[in-house]
Nanobody, 119 residues
Framework: QVQLVESGGGLVQAGGSLRLSCAASGGIFSINAMGWYRQAPGKQRELVAAISSGGSTKYADSVKGRFTISRDNAKNTVYLQMNSLKPEDTAVYYC?????????????WGQGTQVNVSS
């Protein structure tokens, strides 16, 4: 059973930094793209950053220059380094991974980790 386990959320003051991690485990044959999404109260879930299996990245305009996504393929883990955080970055952050198992390819989601940025 594939699982994505996130860690690293918390409370930080504006201008501070946090690093999120998401580790995938359980019956994995290979992992394609991985990414981070976020959902603020009353808003739709949005893509924050994504990284391909080859390391190509893309970012939401709102986080370009402040956030960096990376991955460790040996550990099946994706990271999101968040710098210069702003109150508008407050949201639940979700990890997503497109994973191939023995039987299928599927988009899996983590349980979410809360990020709160105080002004």
């Amino acid at each position: 059973q594939v699982q994505l386990v996130e860690s690293g959320g918390g409370l930080v003051q504006a201008g501070g930094s946090l690093r999120l991690s998401c580790a995938a485990s359980g019956g994995i044959f290979s992992i394609n793209a991985m990414g981070w999404y976020r959902q603020a109260p009353g808003k739709q879930r949005e893509l924050v950053a994504a990284i391909s299996s080859g390391g190509s990245t893309k970012y939401a305009d709102s986080v370009k220059g402040r956030f960096t996504i990376s991955r460790d393929n040996a550990k099946n883990t994706v990271y999101l380094q968040m710098n210069s955080l702003k109150p508008e970055d407050t949201a639940v952050y979700y990890c997503n991974a497109n994973i191939r198992t023995t039987f299928h390819v599927y988009n899996y989601w983590g349980q979410g980790t809360q990020v709160n940025v105080s002004s």
